[in-house]
């Protein structure tokens, strides 16, 4: 199989204009002919939906939640990126480009990346139009903040909100296109299969939470929009509905995917206080513009924080990599806290966690001020943990967060399979290796707004000859049969585990072996527990109910078979990497100080994976990624 990413020829600064200027359109009437499917009402699905609709198409929208408010882009806190310099720091489109790439560990595609940026800049003007309250200087003038793996300020705020404001916008957008009628939206529904006539996306078959009645839904074109995959980790910063299982059917159907073992692991995560937790809490990065991070400079210390002196406390990120210090990327954070826990140097009641202080800020800007950047995030961290951290310092600790691996898409966000695309997290497309921070309300809201409303028209332009696709066509009936017989089976098992039991199982071996820090051993060995763990589940997993109703264990042991395939993938994935880049840090390829060793001779390229059947080696391609404009380097934040 050949892998085209349609990237569009000419200077990279170029690349996104000649595209727009060059494709293909729909004109008003035949809009109006055309329907399309998006599957999920986050950020990235509730605007593409909303911008279709008003362009004129026919959109019937989805979501699993009982509203669209409820995605999962409320959780994202920090801030969104963009480029406009407002600080007059030097930033710009190309700086920003740089950052994200370098970011990435040089392992995505210039052009999808140049083009983010360049999007990023009328992103704010939308957003504000929109009603967003972005936080704002004396004079009213809006306020930036600095995020990790950059030296400048171009990260927009609302206090620790962003993700709620931004998807309030969207979520207004969309609701004004369901009134007007050009977008039909469908709460409490479940994708479970991707329809393919004739080898194109036409369709959906989705399970109806509240009835449990199977329905079929057809379209031109179908959308994913259903963000990412950290959850099969059981313990992550996700919602507890989160899963993957929206694009692993549509991996199984052919859709290719890249690099699934590029799980980032955020560093500022409340720690696991017991084994009855089934979530962690994220802290917003943007707590470490202000918040210096440490650990005790003795192991296994008893002292409460505040009675460490200050030469006896380690401020390791500043001491490791003084260019950045605080900031330094997450997978290099997280990596770095885990290094100082693993030796014994951990804090809190199960040495898990690590100092988040912020003395020093609050004595230069005082409380209030501090009150003013993050007051609902000291408030949230009062209410889980009982301690003020106004007074103490704040326990983190690392915890999977954002994938950056996803469905292969093109420059256009195609999928390998015609007419289905994949949006926001749902694609592997912008990140790299590493995701920096703030970076994903971005991606989100530019594919949805900017970037997809070009490229689907473009796809959609040699579908107005279709004609309206009928739900009675035998491709819909053998999807519905492949849907119907795996709910049967499940609920037919009747054994003694439950759900929860085998997600968490999965979720500790993942983490131990595919997580933080990974070995070919290890590896080796995770394929093999999870293939044992796969075949004891559909022996022994315990599905009360029926199918033809609510069951909410139901969806959970769809999205959890899912999950035992998927983790299988992300482990032959991370074995066939021999480098350490990114979020990817196998313990064979390090520096003597412990630093990611990439190599580029070898594996400067996406993986993107074919389904090749259960219980057989999925198939490896392989996307070449060429850097004409910077020449990747050793990534370093010393």
Request: hydrophobic share 35%.
């Amino acid at each position: 199989m050949r892998l085209d990413a349609k990237i569009p020829e000419g200077p990279l600064q170029d690349k996104w204009s000649v595209y727009k200027r060059t494709a293909k359109l729909v004109n008003p009437a035949n809009r109006k002919k055309l329907q399309v499917i998006v599957i999920g009402t986050g950020l990235a699905g509730s605007s593409l939906a909303a911008s279709l609709g008003e362009m004129g198409y026919n959109v019937s929208s989805f979501c699993f939640q009982d509203t669209p408010r409820r995605a999962h882009s409320v959780a994202a806190q920090g801030g969104v990126n963009a480029a406009k310099n407002y600080k007059n720091d030097g930033d710009s489109i190309y700086r920003m480009f740089a950052d994200t790439l370098k970011g990435g560990d040089f392992r995505s595609r210039e052009a999808n990346v140049y083009r983010m940026a360049e999007c990023s800049v009328n992103l704010i003007d939308q957003a504000v139009a929109q009603g967003v309250p972005f936080g704002r200087e004396y004079g009213g003038y809006l306020n930036n903040r600095s995020f990790g793996g950059v030296q400048v300020s171009r990260t927009f705020y609302s206090r620790g909100q962003t993700g709620q404001q931004l998807l309030l916008g969207a979520y207004q957008a969309l609701m004004r296109q369901v009134g007007k009628g050009t977008v039909k939206l469908f709460a409490r529904h479940e994708m479970l299969d991707v329809v393919l006539i004739d080898g194109k996306a036409r369709g959906v078959i989705v399970r109806n939470l509240d009835t449990g009645e199977i329905e079929r839904h057809a379209a031109h074109a179908v959308v994913l929009a259903t963000g990412g995959y950290g959850k099969i980790y059981f313990l992550s910063t996700l919602a507890m509905g989160c899963n993957g299982s929206a694009i692993w059917r549509a991996h199984k159907k052919g859709a290719l995917m890249a690099c699934p073992s590029w799980i980032q692991i955020h560093p500022t995560s409340l720690p696991q206080s017991g084994d009855y937790q089934s979530k962690l809490t994220l802290m917003s990065e943007s707590l470490r513009n202000d918040g210096r991070i440490w650990v005790p400079q003795h192991a296994n210390d008893p002292r409460k924080p505040n009675d460490i002196p200050e030469e006896e406390r380690d401020y390791y990120l500043e001491r490791r990599y003084p260019a950045f210090g605080n900031l330094a990327p997450r997978d290099i954070s997280s990596r770095a806290a885990k290094e100082r826990i693993d030796a014994g140097f951990g804090i809190g009641p199960l040495k898990n966690a690590v100092y988040l202080d912020f003395a020093r800020s609050i004595r230069e800007q005082g409380q209030e001020k501090i009150r003013e950047k993050y007051g609902n995030l000291f408030e949230m961290y009062l209410k889980i943990t009982g301690y003020d951290a106004y007074k103490e310092p704040m326990m983190i600790s690392p915890s999977a967060h954002f994938s950056m691996g996803g469905l292969w898409v093109d420059y256009e966000l195609m999928t390998t399979i015609p007419g289905l695309f994949a949006l926001g997290e749902a694609n592997f497309a912008d990140h790299g290796a590493n995701r920096l921070g703030a970076n994903s309300l971005l991606q989100a809201s530019v594919d949805g707004y900017f970037i997809a409303p070009y490229t689907i028209a473009n796809y959609l332009a040699d579908e107005v000859k279709t004609g309206k696709i009928s739900t009675q066509h035998p491709a819909f009936q053998e999807a519905e049969d492949q849907v119907s017989n795996q709910i049967r089976q499940l609920i037919g098992i009747k054994g003694n585990r439950t759900v929860d039991d085998y997600h968490r199982s999965l979720g500790k071996i993942l983490y131990d072996y595919c997580g933080l820090a990974r070995t070919e051993q290890g590896l080796k060995l995770a394929i093999e527990q999870i293939g044992a763990l796969r075949q004891d589940f559909y022996k022994h997993v315990s599905v009360p109910g029926n199918g033809d109703q609510m069951n909410s264990e139901l969806e959970k042991a769809g999205r959890v078979a899912d999950y035992l395939e998927l983790g299988e993938l992300m482990c032959y994935d991370a074995l066939t990497r021999n480098e350490s880049c990114g979020a990817h840090f196998r313990e064979e390829y390090q520096t003597a100080d412990g630093e990611a060793m990439r190599n580029d001779a070898a594996f400067q390229f996406i993986s993107a994976w074919e389904w090749n059947g259960k219980n057989t080696t999925p198939i490896l391609h392989k996307e070449p990624l060429i850097f004409e404009t910077i020449k990747p380097t050793v990534r370093s934040y010393k």
